[in-house]
């Protein structure tokens, strides 16, 4: 299944896909449909040499802004990688293009993106409403709840990360593989493989221990870069295997003591975790 989605805005097609459980906008098709380019992508680049702080945003992001990602959409020709940004950085985009059309653009995002929006004004209905559909799908609350810490966990170290030098969408993979293959023996990519995976968040299909050890990982690389005050992907590198290294000497001892893998084959695709044990 694509996660390219298609929305119309006064007959203009934006296509949006969904990342990190949001939704991506690609930023030409913005363009498009605000100024009727016929090159959207050097009008983004005239664009950002007028206005340098959305060039800095663009470049490097901040606490509040991710920076565009390049992500895969379907197009007629098959899958290609584009500029999207999220929501918030769409609204910042706008800001920056004098067109007529940039409040009715507004007003339509934010009914696209309605229950994003909200979350922006106020953070507290994102975990909410991640709670709710975690419960609603059959996920016991203590699994919600290491699930939730681990979110939490995850966002410290990808803030770090993006502070500390990571500017690519490359850079996070190349960094979130070397904690796994330290804390599992596995990338994450394998690790999917393993549990039967495509598409789906592989930590939704994680166990107890797993979503443990994992969190354990990120944790301990977020301090060693803060304590090391850590610069440049190379140096990133090293402390995630470092961090991933004492995830995965406590899961050694574990499995040693318990006589069994952590690492496992099982995930909750087929029926609900709360009628789940730890059984592998």
């Excluded at 106020?122 to 939730?148: F, H, Q, V």
């Excluded at 500017?167 to 690790?191: M, N, R, V």
């Excluded at 470092?242 to 995965?248: E, H, N």
Aim: hydrophobic share 30%; with cysteine; charged share 35%.
């Amino acid at each position: 299944m694509d996660n390219t989605k298609i929305a119309l805005f006064k007959g203009k097609k934006i296509r949006k896909t969904l990342h990190n459980n949001e939704w991506w906008f690609v930023v030409n098709d913005v363009i498009s449909a605000l100024t009727d380019s016929n090159d959207p992508a050097q009008y983004f680049k005239r664009l950002k040499q007028r206005d340098e702080e959305l060039a800095k945003l663009t470049d490097k992001g901040e606490v509040q802004f991710v920076p565009p990602l390049m992500l895969e959409i379907d197009t007629t020709g098959g899958k290609q990688k584009m500029y999207c940004w999220n929501t918030e950085g769409i609204f910042r985009l706008i800001q920056s293009i004098p067109s007529p059309k940039a409040e009715p653009f507004k007003r339509w995002l934010a009914k696209v993106g309605y229950e994003r929006v909200q979350e922006i004004e106020n953070p507290e209905l994102a975990t909410k409403r991640t709670r709710m559909l975690y419960k609603l799908k059959g996920y016991s609350d203590d699994w919600i709840e290491k699930r939730m810490r681990g979110i939490a966990i995850r966002e410290e170290l990808t803030d770090e990360w993006q502070k500390r030098g990571a500017k690519e969408q490359k850079d996070y993979e190349i960094l979130t593989a070397e904690i796994s293959k330290a804390s599992f023996g596995i990338t994450p990519s394998e690790y999917q493989k393993l549990k039967g995976l495509k598409r789906q968040n592989l930590r939704d299909h994680m166990n107890d221990l797993e979503l443990i050890f994992t969190m354990l990982g990120e944790r301990a690389t977020t301090e060693i870069h803060r304590t090391e005050d850590s610069r440049g992907v190379a140096k990133l590198q090293k402390d995630a295997k470092a961090g991933g290294d004492i995830a995965g000497g406590a899961r050694r001892k574990l499995e040693k003591r318990l006589g069994k893998s952590i690492v496992s084959k099982e995930n909750y695709l087929k029926k609900p975790e709360s009628q789940k044990r730890l059984k592998e």
